[in-house]
């Protein structure tokens, strides 16, 4: 990979800090003059500003058409204690430019979308003077996102990679106020922020490593570096990878630090699209590419990572079957679909997983976008079963505690939603993997590759694609298909254009999004497009057994939740939520149906292993140590026991007994002799007058008798 200055090579290189200043510009006008414009003003101008790190993104690779190599953007000078010399620089190269367009593009359309949404959302939750936060909260993300992509150096990706860390934790507890006990919602943002801490510690100590062992930051160097260091050091090498995976099985979440994404659902819906599935989740994903040859020198590492992520796939996939919380299906086969990724990059299959990253942001941002609509949707229906009499005395499993989320109170939303139901077809069928759609052709090239690189890793992950066809499935028929099951499902209501055209777009890419990187001969267009910044790349094959494998367990799976939701068990479909059915499947897994609905009590055990025991410490440290030790004894006995001890011995033996004994027995002295001398003056003469005369007679008896 050869490196360049930006402003030497031409093109539209010079416009790259330009991807963060859009962000953080559109973010400072909401935030110093929003408070005086319309909510459509407020929503605009973020849209527009993530928009314009969109049409920089467009130029950049524009530029790289023509330009292939890498292009270091210089903006500033940052850190220089010698030997670190860190500066603030843009890297322009294939791969960052794609992870920008993404970025960028998907984020643009669910800012678009945000405005429909949180419209409805802020006044349904009670504060509209929220919908201004939320769009700086966005911009700042996009700004966030940007500076880890853009990067020329782990230090400044850190940078990044903590920024939307912090947008993450602050857009999940948007609504801090709302959740289980009025505190739900921030207990799910304090559980993801602690838990990405715990990655980012591996992180951290990854790049120490790497400067201990390079004494840079920067990439070009490091990797230059880094053939000869594995030859005399593979093991540190193996060290410095499995500390970053630490750090990817955090952001992307991967096991066994996943459990914060369901948990983040709390957030408003376009944050979980676009945080928690199309972007910073993929940050991880990213992190693995971009250190691709550091991987490909600790094999060790890179073994585990690949394992991590296909064990991964099969267990989110394996809870997603269970759940019954529409978002949260989706989030645990984001987990999955991570995994999918991680495996592919770890094992050296890069262009496979950054193929799958790129199309799965359509996929999962229209699979969350629309089921964004289906909650709305089942709110304005709900809204009207409350506010009409008549209709309230027909509504059938309402009431004031309807969860607009969960799927049992749904059903039949495709005569009511007519294009989030076709759009939500097509993201379902492009995740399922169903050719021709964009996700047969990425996802297919990550299990044609792991059929080569990885067999144990192939047989998980194709389980995996089995379990997501299946729960996918499942969803579509308990959300779409059979009756409405609650007055809010049967006067459910279309979501406006401004948030279904975003939908349309993200449709059609999952449509045509696989064109890119087809498995043929004269279509790797992907594949020769990160060439350039990947080395030892190859053109995928188009394994004939593995896609058509892959397809028919698809196909099978797709079948078979048909058959048990819609033929064996139909009723399932009609019964209203308020008699609360048990699933069908819990017929057929029994008490396995209960540990995939309970999450394989994984939570349960973090509980029981780490936060029980953490408590029970803090409470030791705080009871014990704290209060009884270091307050009761030490502060009360030992200081404040000691202390009056020695103010009593100075107050009674040196203060009284020494210093005011001698003051008053010097006053008493004075005092005795006074009186003593006192009675030598009488007042009378002749008692004078005998004293001068005995003076007399002394005096001259003494003259005498010398």
Partial sequence: MLLSEGATSG???????????????????????????????????????????????????????????????????????????????????????????????????????????????????????????????????????????????????????????????????????????????????????????????????????????????????????????????????????????????????????????????????PVS?????????????????????????????????????????????????????????????????????????????????????????????????????????????????????????????????????????MGGLRHQMKITFWVYMIGTIALAGIPPLAGFWSKDEILAESSKLGLPVYIILTGAAFLTAFYMTRQVMMVFFGEARSGAAEHAQESPLVMTVPLMILAGLSILGGLMNLPFEGFHNFTKWLEHSIEGVHEGEFVILVASLSTVLALLAIVLAWWIYHRRYPEYLKIPAAKRPVDPLAAYLGPVFTWLNQKWYIDELYGLVIIQPYKAVSAFLADRIEWQFWHDWFHDTVLAGGYNLITRLLTEKVDAGVIDASANGLGTAVQGTSSWLRRLQTGFVRNYALAIFMGVVLILGYLILR
């Fill in 11 to 269: 093109g539209y290189f010079f416009l790259a800090p330009w991807i963060v200043f859009f962000p953080l510009i559109g973010l400072l006008i909401n935030i110093i003059f929003g408070g005086r414009l319309s909510e459509k003003v407020v929503g605009t101008i973020a849209s527009t500003a993530s928009g314009l790190s969109f049409v920089v993104s467009l130029l950049l690779a524009i530029s790289l058409v023509s330009h292939a190599e890498a292009v270091t953007v210089p903006l500033a000078d940052w850190i220089t204690v010698e030997p670190l010399h860190l500066r603030w620089a843009f890297l322009v190269d294939t791969l960052s430019v794609t992870m920008m367009l993404v970025v960028s593009g998907v984020g643009t359309l669910i800012h678009i979308y945000a405005i429909g949404y949180m419209h409805e959302d802020v006044r349904h939750n009670g504060d509209p003077s929220r919908f201004r936060r939320f769009f700086v909260f966005m911009n700042l993300f996009i700004a966030a996102m940007m500076i880890l992509v853009s990067s020329d150096n782990y230090m400044m990706l850190f940078v990044g990679w903590e920024g939307v860390g912090l947008c993450s934790f602050l857009l999940i507890g948007f609504w801090y106020e709302k959740g289980k006990d009025g505190i739900g919602n921030s207990l799910a943002a304090m559980k993801a922020f602690i838990t990405n801490r715990v990655g980012d510690f591996g992180f951290l100590i990854a790049g120490m490593l790497l400067f201990w062992t390079f004494l840079t930051f920067e990439f070009h160097p490091i990797f230059e570096a880094a053939p000869e260091i594995a030859k005399t050091a593979p093991m540190l090498m193996n060290v410095i990878c499995l500390f970053m995976l630490l750090g990817v099985t955090g952001k992307s979440a991967q096991i066994p630090l996943y459990v914060w994404l369901p948990d983040a659902m709390a957030g408003p819906t």
């Fill in 273 to 409: 699209a676009l945080i928690h599935a199309a972007t910073m989740v993929t940050a991880g994903v990213y992190l693995i590419a971009r250190s691709h040859v550091l991987f490909a020198l600790a094999p060790q590492a890179a073994f585990i990572g690949a394992l991590v992520g296909g064990v991964t796939g099969l267990f989110a996939a394996s809870i997603a079957v269970g759940q019954f919380d529409i978002k949260k299906v989706l989030a645990y086969s984001t987990i999955s679909q991570l995994g999918f990724m991680v495996a592919a990059v770890s094992m050296g299959a890069v262009v496979a997983g950054m193929f799958h990253l790129v199309t799965h942001a359509f996929f999962k941002a229209l699979l969350f976008l629309s089921s964004g609509s289906v909650i709305q949707g089942m709110e304005r229906g709900h809204h009207h079963v409350e506010h009409d009499a008549r209709l309230k005395k027909q509504a059938k499993g309402h009431g004031h505690e309807l969860d607009p989320q969960d799927m049992r109170n």
